[in-house]
């Protein structure tokens, strides 16, 4: 097939093949900006139209274009260290692509449809990396000098990954691109020109359609937003009662202002969670007669180990026993897991999970079989032990899991057997635009203290990975929290100044932040200048003495009354 000038035909989501139409692009493009922003539909037209230009140009480009593809291969080629090269090249996205497009350039060039001649293809290539246009960008600047033999180690990979291309049929979807891949470019483009809510956004509104397509939600339980509003609505009057739901009068609280003691609004606020805990509670006791899992899910750092074990501890108090099931056990080796198409590690996602072992170990364990658990060591990378593992009739499987609420995670468990728990920070606070704080911010925050004091990693290291973090809470945890059986608000009206006083001397500083910018990297780049202006309206908390062993806080910044597994 000749490469065409222009998309043409795309593959729908029912798998055919038709013509593309660019206004799908616009109007999606419309409706989250409608519905993340609340702007007026005619502006949300107008930037609609101008960012359908860099979203089809991005995606013929990534998909069609000779020059473009060879260029990102030669760019990630020299970036990568020498004795990697091609081992990331051979996952990355962008070789295959290049290898079909050089493909069907080189047929037209040559009339050759099949048995290709092996050193006519390694001319082509040659020439085509020899481009003038091409060879200019890299004899100087930023980039190192490439060597005539590096040319000819790059020119024998491409030509065995042509070949191996040309040794079959090439699949509709090699020569189409994809409605899904053209999703993924409005996500990219988005997200390189700054729009991080816009692109959350986008990205929140597919994936929970695509959950309902899929059977995995009901229509009534798409969230387009990921906002759970009957519990931002009693949030918001509690701390409106209570005067801490604006930074100016949180700071009144923390300086005891106008009579106001820092030690009654942390009782208060810890009161409030303990309520809401009981709670989900008292819910389960309805059921318990038929539960056999507790799913306690959310996403990172929003207090899900510490609600597990006040769970765990009031209900034993009733009689009921728990065994908890570490899914972090069930990782794959390291080079099983999955990998982005740099062939970097990706552990956000719940493919990073051995879904299969998971699943039949559940359903030996609710048939009262014993397993041979795996047992994982994060240091090698790979699980290095088994552990025998055993549910009595009378025990209940306990698990605090980051993707819980995968559905795929627990398919072998019966609905009416599950009890599924959505847990999430989510405070409402006023800052000093008027906005509301960003409960990712603040949960990102809290992954910085704690990576600093129980992981090794710094804070820059947090805030350069946040966006893989946040991409799996989008497309894998949000959008099941009006599915669950129980939601649970682990925000605390004072946690933002506790952060403040815990981070102090820690957080990247102005050369990390402004390297973010200069690699393109907007995300983590945007994120670290709003936490920083945002840490620098509120005060910080005064003492962290002050703060009880059961707060749950506590997880984060040490001193628990509760064992925390990962601090130890």
Same mark, same amino acid.
């Given at each position: 097939?000749?490469?065409?000038?222009?998309?043409?035909?795309?593959?729908?989501?029912?798998?055919?093949?038709?013509?593309?139409?660019?206004?799908?692009?616009?109007?999606?493009?419309?409706?989250?900006?409608?519905?993340? =922003?609340?702007?007026?539909?005619?502006?949300?037209?107008?930037?609609?139209?101008?960012?359908?230009?860099?979203?089809?140009?991005?995606?013929?480009?990534?998909?069609?274009?000779?020059?473009?593809?060879?260029?990102?291969?030669?760019?990630?080629?020299?970036?990568?260290?020498?004795?990697?090269?091609?081992?990331? &090249?051979?996952?990355?996205?962008?070789?295959?692509?290049?290898?079909?497009?050089?493909?069907?350039?080189?047929?037209?060039?040559?009339?050759?449809?099949?048995?290709?001649?092996?050193?006519?293809?390694?001319?082509?290539?040659?020439?085509?990396?020899?481009?003038?246009?091409?060879? !200019?960008?890299?004899?100087?600047?930023?980039?190192?000098?490439?060597?005539?033999?590096?040319?000819?180690?790059?020119?024998?990979?491409?030509?065995?990954?042509?070949?191996?291309?040309?040794?079959?049929?090439?699949?509709?979807?090699?020569?189409?691109?994809?409605?899904?891949?053209?999703?993924?470019?409005?996500?990219?483009?988005?997200?390189?020109?700054?729009?991080?809510?816009?692109?959350?956004?986008?990205?929140?509104?597919?994936?929970?359609?695509?959950?309902?397509?899929?059977?995995?939600?009901?229509?009534?339980?798409?969230?387009?937003?990921?906002?759970?509003?009957?519990?931002?609505?009693r949030v918001l009057e509690w701390n409106?009662?209570?005067?801490?739901?604006?930074?100016?009068?949180? %700071?009144?609280?923390?300086?005891?202002?106008?009579?106001?003691?820092?030690?009654?609004?942390?009782?208060?606020?810890?009161?409030?969670?303990?309520?809401?805990?009981?709670?989900?509670?008292?819910?389960? $006791?309805?059921?318990?007669?038929?539960?056999?899992?507790?799913i306690v899910a959310g996403p990172s750092?929003?207090?899900?180990?510490?609600?597990?074990?006040?769970?765990?501890?009031?209900?034993?108090?009733?009689?009921?026993?728990?065994?908890? &099931?570490?899914?972090?056990?069930?990782?794959?080796?390291?080079?099983?897991?999955?990998?982005?198409?740099?062939? !970097?590690?990706?552990?956000?996602?719940? =493919?990073?999970?051995?879904?299969?072992?998971?699943?039949?170990?559940?359903?030996?364990?609710?048939?009262?079989?014993?397993?041979?658990?795996?047992?994982?060591?994060?240091?090698?990378?790979?699980? !290095?032990?088994?552990?025998?593992?055993?549910?009595?009739?009378?025990?209940?499987?306990?698990?605090?899991?980051?993707?819980?609420?995968?559905?795929?995670?627990?398919?072998?468990?019966?609905?009416?057997?599950?009890?599924?728990?959505?847990?999430?920070?989510?405070?409402?606070?006023?800052?000093?635009?008027?906005?509301?704080?960003?409960?990712?911010?603040?949960?990102?925050?809290?992954?910085?203290?704690?990576?600093?004091?129980?992981?090794?990693?710094?804070?820059?290291?947090t805030l350069a990975h946040w966006p893989?973090?946040?991409?799996?809470?989008?497309?894998?945890?949000?959008?099941?929290?009006?599915?669950?059986?129980?939601?649970? %608000?682990?925000?605390?009206?004072?946690?933002?100044?506790?952060?403040?006083?815990?981070?102090?001397?820690?957080?990247?500083?102005?050369?990390?932040?402004?390297? $973010?910018?200069?690699?393109?990297?907007?995300?983590?780049?945007?994120?670290?200048?709003?936490?920083?202006?945002?840490?620098?309206?509120?005060?910080?908390?005064?003492?962290?003495?002050?703060?009880?062993?059961?707060?749950?806080?506590?997880?984060?910044?040490?001193?628990?009354?509760?064992?925390?597994?990962?601090?130890?």
């Amino acid at each position: 097939m000749a490469i065409p000038k222009k998309i043409n035909k795309i593959i729908n989501k029912h798998g055919k093949i038709v013509e593309f139409e660019p206004d799908k692009i616009v109007n999606s493009l419309v409706s989250t900006m409608v519905d993340v =922003e609340r702007v007026n539909k005619w502006i949300a037209e107008s930037r609609a139209k101008k960012y359908y230009e860099s979203v089809y140009r991005r995606a013929y480009d990534r998909f069609y274009s000779l020059s473009w593809l060879l260029d990102d291969v030669f760019k990630k080629y020299i970036n990568f260290v020498p004795e990697e090269r091609f081992r990331r &090249l051979e996952h990355a996205c962008v070789t295959g692509r290049l290898s079909i497009v050089l493909l069907e350039e080189y047929r037209e060039f040559s009339g050759e449809k099949t048995n290709l001649s092996t050193e006519a293809l390694e001319e082509f290539i040659t020439c085509q990396i020899n481009n003038e246009e091409l060879e !200019d960008k890299y004899r100087s600047g930023l980039f190192p000098s490439v060597s005539d033999e590096e040319k000819t180690e790059l020119v024998s990979f491409l030509v065995r990954k042509v070949l191996e291309y040309s040794s079959r049929d090439l699949t509709k979807a090699e020569l189409y691109p994809s409605r899904e891949y053209l999703m993924d470019i409005i996500e990219t483009v988005l997200k390189d020109i700054g729009e991080i809510e816009l692109t959350e956004g986008f990205m929140m509104f597919r994936e929970g359609k695509k959950k309902v397509r899929d059977g995995e939600i009901l229509p009534e339980q798409f969230t387009n937003n990921g906002i759970h509003y009957d519990e931002c609505h009693r949030v918001l009057e509690w701390n409106i009662e209570h005067e801490c739901e604006s930074l100016f009068s949180l %700071n009144e609280w923390i300086e005891n202002r106008n009579g106001k003691d820092i030690r009654e609004l942390v009782k208060l606020s810890d009161k409030r969670y303990k309520d809401n805990v009981n709670d989900a509670i008292e819910k389960i $006791l309805g059921h318990k007669d038929e539960i056999k899992v507790i799913i306690v899910a959310g996403p990172s750092c929003s207090n899900k180990t510490t609600t597990t074990v006040i769970t765990e501890t009031e209900l034993s108090k009733i009689g009921l026993k728990f065994k908890q &099931l570490n899914v972090d056990d069930y990782f794959k080796n390291l080079e099983d897991q999955p990998k982005d198409e740099f062939g !970097d590690y990706d552990f956000e996602m719940p =493919e990073a999970i051995d879904m299969d072992l998971l699943n039949e170990h559940f359903r030996d364990l609710l048939a009262g079989k014993s397993i041979q658990k795996p047992c994982y060591n994060f240091l090698s990378g790979k699980r !290095d032990a088994m552990a025998e593992f055993f549910l009595a009739d009378d025990e209940i499987l306990l698990i605090d899991c980051l993707h819980g609420l995968y559905r795929k995670l627990t398919a072998s468990v019966p609905a009416h057997n599950k009890f599924s728990i959505y847990i999430e920070s989510m405070n409402i606070l006023r800052n000093s635009e008027g906005t509301y704080t960003r409960w990712a911010d603040i949960r990102m925050l809290k992954r910085m203290i704690r990576d600093v004091k129980y992981r090794g990693y710094g804070t820059g290291q947090t805030l350069a990975h946040w966006p893989y973090v946040r991409k799996g809470e989008l497309k894998h945890i949000l959008p099941y929290i009006f599915s669950t059986d129980a939601v649970i %608000n682990s925000g605390l009206p004072y946690e933002l100044p506790v952060l403040k006083k815990a981070l102090e001397g820690l957080l990247p500083d102005d050369e990390f932040i402004d390297k $973010l910018r200069q690699e393109g990297r907007l995300d983590p780049y945007v994120r670290g200048i709003r936490v920083r202006g945002l840490l620098d309206t509120v005060s910080a908390f005064p003492d962290l003495d002050l703060i009880p062993g059961e707060s749950p806080i506590r997880e984060f910044i040490g001193g628990s009354t509760y064992i925390i597994p990962h601090n130890d």
